[in-house]
Structure formats: structure tokens, C-alpha cells
């Protein structure tokens, strides 16, 4: 009789003791949502830190160089900066609404962090703006990237010369500016993914 009463108590003992599935899962997920918007400030973090690098250099790409061509004996001075070219204008107006968004969204991904309970909410808004800011961003870089092939390598077809032998420090920062913003592009990409896959995530079984 004693054996049974022990064995019992026993019995309730590790009941207790096991959480019941719900309160786990719960606590799974709290952690899982808490992990993601760690990770999306950290993103959203690299996002402005890129535009705004890529910005300073594309702006302080200008460069006054002395010209002597054969057909023109006389020298003649020509500045190269980014606002002679649309499309690297395009892509500073580009890289600047990103720094802004990026500056917003990370102060507002950061207060999700606090409250996990906005986080979700967040999200369904972040994603959209998004994938509308990274069509915006890798249009500009694409646009900016075909004008700097085309001073680096010229077009002998259409008789369009080549100029990075000649502004070599121009090319260089218009080059860095490209590149930097095409990882910024990569970085959105990241955060789209990051935001389809926690929405998915909520979505019940």
C-alpha cells in the first residue's frame, strides 16, 4: 500500500515538473522573434551605414583635369563630377532616401526589440517597403554601373571614348560608390527574406 502511494506521488511529482507543450512553444517563439529583430536592426544597421558611405564618396568624386587633345593645341581645363551623369544623380538620390529609411526603420526595429509584441505589426509594413526601396536602389546601381563600364572601357562602335585614364580618382570613388550600394542592395534582399520568412512563421498550422 505504501509502494502505491509513493509511486504516485512520484507520478504527480514529474508531471509538475514537465511544462506543458503550449507554455514551451510559447517560449520558443518569444525567443525566435526577439533572435530576428536582433538581427534586423543589425541588418538595417549595414544598410545605412552602407548608403551613407556609398553618398560621401559618389559626392567627393570631382576631379579638375588639364586636357591637351591633338585636334586642339591650346590646354583646357574639365571638371568631372557626379551631377554631369543622370544616372549617378539618380543614384544619389536613391542612396539618400535609403539612408533615410534606414535611419527610421532601425529606430523603429529597435523599439520592436523592446516590445516583441510590435514586431510583427512591423514587419508586415517593413516588407513592403522594402522590396518598393530595393527595386529603387538596384535600378540606380544597374543605371550608375552601365555609365561607369562605359567611361571605364569606352564604345569604339559609337566613337564613346573612355575618361577613367584620364580621371582615374573620379573613376575610383564612382566605382566604390557602385559597389558599396550594390551591397547595400544585397543587404535588402536579406531583410525581405529575414521579414517573408518571420511573417511565415506566424502563420498557424
Given at each position: 500500500m505504501a509502494t502505491t502511494e509513493t509511486t504516485e506521488k512520484v507520478v504527480l511529482v514529474s508531471e509538475k515538473?514537465?511544462?506543458?507543450?503550449?507554455e514551451s512553444k510559447t517560449s520558443a517563439d518569444a525567443v525566435a522573434t526577439k533572435?530576428?529583430?536582433?538581427?534586423?536592426?543589425?541588418?538595417?544597421l549595414l544598410l545605412f551605414a552602407s548608403a551613407l558611405v556609398a553618398v560621401v564618396l559618389l559626392v567627393t568624386s570631382k576631379q579638375t583635369k588639364i586636357l591637351l587633345f591633338p585636334q586642339f593645341p591650346i590646354p583646357f581645363t574639365r571638371v568631372a563630377?557626379?551631377?554631369h551623369s543622370p544616372a549617378l544623380i539618380?543614384?544619389?538620390a536613391a542612396l539618400s532616401v535609403t539612408g533615410f529609411y534606414a535611419i527610421i526603420s532601425t529606430l523603429l526595429s529597435f523599439y520592436s526589440l523592446l516590445k516583441p509584441g510590435c514586431f510583427t505589426k512591423a514587419l508586415s509594413h517593413f516588407v513592403i517597403l522594402d522590396v518598393l526601396?530595393?527595386?529603387?536602389?538596384?535600378?540606380?546601381?544597374?543605371?550608375?554601373?552601365?555609365v561607369a563600364y562605359i567611361g571605364l572601357k569606352g564604345d569604339?562602335?559609337?566613337?564613346?571614348?573612355?575618361v577613367c585614364d584620364k580621371y582615374g580618382k573620379f573613376c575610383r570613388h564612382v566605382g566604390a560608390s557602385i559597389a558599396i550600394s550594390l551591397f547595400g542592395s544585397i543587404v535588402l534582399v536579406l531583410l525581405v527574406l529575414l521579414s517573408v520568412y518571420s511573417l511565415s512563421k506566424k502563420i498557424p498550422k
Open positions: 515538473a514537465e511544462p506543458p507543450p503550449s533572435y530576428f529583430a536582433l538581427v534586423e536592426v543589425v541588418l538595417r563630377k557626379f551631377n539618380y543614384l544619389v526601396l530595393l527595386g529603387i536602389l538596384a535600378s540606380a546601381t544597374g543605371a550608375a554601373g552601365g569604339s562602335h559609337v566613337f564613346w571614348m573612355k
